[in-house]
């Protein structure tokens, strides 16, 4: 992993993201790059023009100030762009935050996506945050890792994959076990069924994760439940995972993880941090 992307707000919320962007970036001696943007209305009248300029630049400059402090607290604290093992810097843009991520991740290489998320309540921040992350996994090609507002600190020892058999899983599955190696954590592959199914698909799925992954701390699971993220979340929290992960598709079981029930669920209500891959055939 080379370059984490991590968007702020300056909030709360956002900074939990931020302390978990930093932990990686230690460990995986990456560059992290914090992104804020602003956006103002379309105006249509020269003199609200004038005042929208004027208001994009005092915006711009307090912006441009806050990330400065930011990036003087990471120097500070934690060794950053010095001898920290990792770098960081600041990319401050008026634009949409999707359009820039996806821009960022297409044409700058970044590997990964980390921002916060939150419960669902009606303050502004919670919902501009739960939105921007909603809209970012459903729309930009990049594994995100979201990070729940009442998160404590980072740790990464044990994550938790959801999977169904399938050949996006293999793909999947290497980039959690990258993330993985920089902690030696351990990876449990987790398959939920409502009732019995054939136990040769399951074993031959098994042998060939660990063809795949010679010498990696992976162990799989069948769990029984009649609600299949029910089944997943009661897992996690028994076992004390650290992150789920699990693979956004457009067909298969799993797509019920992000029917808009369980992505309330799962982001806006944010209990758990989340990584979410997307599907790709090995």
Request: charged share 25%.
């Amino acid at each position: 992993m080379r370059k984490i992307l991590c968007p702020t707000d300056f909030s709360a919320t956002s900074g939990k993201a931020i302390d978990y962007a930093v932990y990686i970036a230690q460990h995986a001696g990456a560059h992290l790059s914090l992104v804020h943007v602003i956006h103002l209305p379309i105006v249509d009248t020269s003199e609200t023009a004038m005042v929208a300029s004027e208001l994009l630049g005092e915006q711009m400059r307090d912006a441009a100030e806050q990330l400065q402090a930011i990036c003087r607290h990471l120097e500070e604290k934690y060794g950053a762009n010095r001898d920290g093992e990792f770098t960081c810097d600041y990319i401050l843009k008026e634009a949409l935050l999707t359009d820039i991520t996806e821009q960022l991740t297409a044409e700058e290489g970044y590997d990964l996506i980390v921002m916060g998320t939150t419960g669902r309540d009606n303050t502004l921040e919670e919902l501009l945050i739960g939105s921007n992350t909603e809209t970012i996994i459903e729309e930009v090609e990049c594994p995100v890792l979201s990070i729940p507002a009442t998160g404590t600190s980072p740790k990464i020892e044990k994550i938790i994959y959801a999977s169904d058999y399938s050949k996006e899983d293999q793909v999947a599955l290497g980039k959690v076990v990258e993330l993985g190696s920089y902690f030696s954590a351990e990876i449990e592959v987790v398959h939920v069924v409502k009732s019995e199914e054939d136990h040769e698909k399951a074993e031959a799925f098994w042998k060939e994760l660990q063809h795949q992954f010679p010498g990696v701390p992976l162990t799989f699971h069948e769990v029984h439940n009649r609600h299949r993220a029910e089944g997943l979340k009661a897992y996690y929290k028994e076992t004390g995972g650290d992150v789920l992960a699990i693979v956004r598709k457009k067909k298969g079981f799993l797509r019920e993880l992000f029917t808009q029930s369980l992505a309330e669920k799962m982001t806006y209500q944010a209990e758990v941090p989340l990584l979410v891959l997307h599907g790709k055939k090995a």
